[in-house]
């Protein structure tokens, strides 16, 4: 299997910074990747696909770069709903591998 | 609108079996992938499995961890799909949640209609 490797794992940060996750595949997984952002009782949401595609109806301060086996997703100015649990997924190769997790807390 | 609603969750003991529906509106559930994925209480996300569309015969796919004990069905006449769950245990316990991916040129890039969840909770 794949595996999906996030950092940091826990982000104590503050509205307006901006902020970088970064997600480490163990093999290559092409721009078959996404982003998403979870909140307590929620549903995941998809945020970025392809690697670095905006998901429609998704924040502009929100994106995604990389391939192969590195990537980022940046939130360009943190904004106060911003502050979520955030996941990548890759769906290379099955099966469709999370990573796990990366959760921005209020400093 | 295209919405997913999954059902059919509760408590179920050690050893036991549950099913769980998915019911699709607004769209045509037989023309689509469709993916389960499932979030066990504190932990992170974990895809189940997929069922491919009509065209591809329904294949599907699972994880290791559920191999052998999920399968995933579909129901053409109710627009729906179900996740039979048999020789449950503890670890099963989670939110499972049914998708449907985005996809093109014959590729999954995301998954971007979720289900508002059902919980699943394996206990004696």
């Known amino acids: 299997d794949i595996r999906l490797t996030q950092s940091p794992s826990f982000l104590s940060t503050s509205v307006g910074d901006r902020v970088t996750i970064t997600c480490r595949a163990s093999q290559g997984v092409s721009n078959y990747l996404a982003w998403y952002q979870v909140k307590p009782g929620k549903a995941p949401k998809l945020l970025i696909y392809a690697a670095s595609t905006l998901q429609s109806g998704a924040p502009s301060r929100f994106s995604g770069s990389g391939s192969g086996t590195e990537f980022t997703l940046t939130i360009s100015t943190l904004q106060a709903e911003d502050f979520a649990t955030y996941y990548c997924q890759q769906f290379n190769t099955f099966p469709f591998t999370f990573g796990q997790g990366t959760k921005l807390e209020i400093k | 609108e295209v919405h997913l609603v999954e059902s059919g969750g509760g408590l179920v003991q050690p050893g036991g079996s549950l099913r769980l529906s998915c019911a699709a509106s607004?769209?045509?559930?037989?023309?689509?992938?469709i993916d389960w994925v499932r979030q066990a209480p504190g932990k992170g996300l974990e895809w189940v499995g997929r069922?491919?569309?009509?065209?591809?015969?329904?294949?599907?796919e699972y994880a290791a961890s559920v191999k052998g004990r999920f399968t995933i069905s579909r129901d053409d006449s109710k627009n729906s799909l179900c996740l039979q769950m048999n020789s449950l245990n503890t670890e099963d316990t989670a939110v499972y949640y049914c998708i449907r991916p985005a996809r093109k040129s014959g590729r999954t890039y995301g998954m971007d209609v979720w289900g508002q969840g059902t919980t699943v909770t394996v206990s004696s």
């Open positions: 607004g769209f045509t559930l037989s023309d689509h992938y």
């Open positions: 069922s491919r569309d009509k065209v591809n015969s329904y294949t599907t």
